[in-house]
């Protein structure tokens, strides 16, 4: 659908991170495409989160995600930003006043990636030699790994995707574990990186998804945006979102959702972990997309009802 440039320039608030330069320029670059823009509509302005500042701490110790979207949303309540891009995973569930989500992209994939040190490679998560060394700041990914192996030593590794990657050489790391969409957007996908059964190491409430903030007074943003939606992309994130909220999701529980979808069947599947992977509950629940945010809760409800002990 052709449309004429907008009145005025747009501006699209991003991390600086390569990461989200990369994403924000598929978002801008998609956008203008939907509309025939010319190639100066949409300017990318790099904004440094005090996420990406703080890295030798944990997030649940430092604020949780809302460290990496506080100064992007301040410029959209300011009117200094119109559109912000988010990895969705980085977002907390509830939005703030004044601002919402005007469009999910198709998500890539959701899974994780163990990547292992170069010159190493590993078959199956069973192949890292006892008491490996592996590095992840996300509890997530830390309980489900000591699940399968408590015999693991999980230590903090924090940073974008190179940093980590690199840090596996300097911290005598035999591995990592990072999210398949980053590393397929960036093609930094190392030899010997082992993609993950989402069943065995569920993934993060909307990961592999991109996700676009404005304001919510803004009807022409909202219009324009509608091009880019993926509406089964939205129900899926929805139920996985609306499991995480239930559960208080904040970095300080180790939480995994993953929903899918086969015609209007929505499935999702959920997971609750103590720290040390030692103390868990999963279930699963399948019904129609149109009921996702209820599928989220219920199953929510579920394991708490099961482990209450395990919600913090």
Known sequence: MQTADPKRQ?????????????????????LGAAHGWSQGAIALEKIITKG?????????????????TEELEAGLRDGSLDLAVHSLKDLPTVSP???????????????????????????SLQDLPQGARLGTASLRRGA???????????EP??????????????QGLQATLLAAAGLNRLALTPQ?????????????????ALAVQCRSDDPNMLDWLRA????????CVTAERSFLNALDGSCRTPIAAYATLAGDTLSLQGRLLSDDGQDGVEATS???????????????????????????
Do not use: W
């Open 97 to 123: 006043q004044g601002i919402t989500l005007g469009a999910i992209l198709p998500r890539e994939d959701a899974r994780d990636v163990l990547v292992p040190r170069a010159g190493l490679a590993f078959s």
């Open 10 to 30: 747009i501006l699209l608030g991003t991390r600086a991170s390569p990461l989200a330069l990369c994403q924000s320029e598929m978002v801008a670059n998609a």
């Open 286 to 312: 399948s019904g129609h997309r149109q009921d996702a945010f209820a599928m989220g809760q219920a199953l929510a409800a579920t394991l708490c009802e099961q482990a209450p002990h395990l919600v913090r």
């Open 228 to 235: 880019l939606h993926c509406a089964d992309t939205h129900d």
């Open 192 to 208: 010997g990186a082992l993609l993950l059964n989402p069943t065995q190491i569920i993934p993060a409430a909307g990961q592999g």
């Open 144 to 154: 489900q790994l000591l699940a399968l192996r408590p015999d693991l030593q999980i």
């Open 52 to 68: 990406d500042q703080i890295l030798d701490r944990k997030l649940a110790e430092i604020g949780g995600k809302g460290l990496f």
């Open 157 to 170: 590794l924090r940073g974008n995707v190179g940093t980590r990657m690199q840090r596996l050489e300097t």
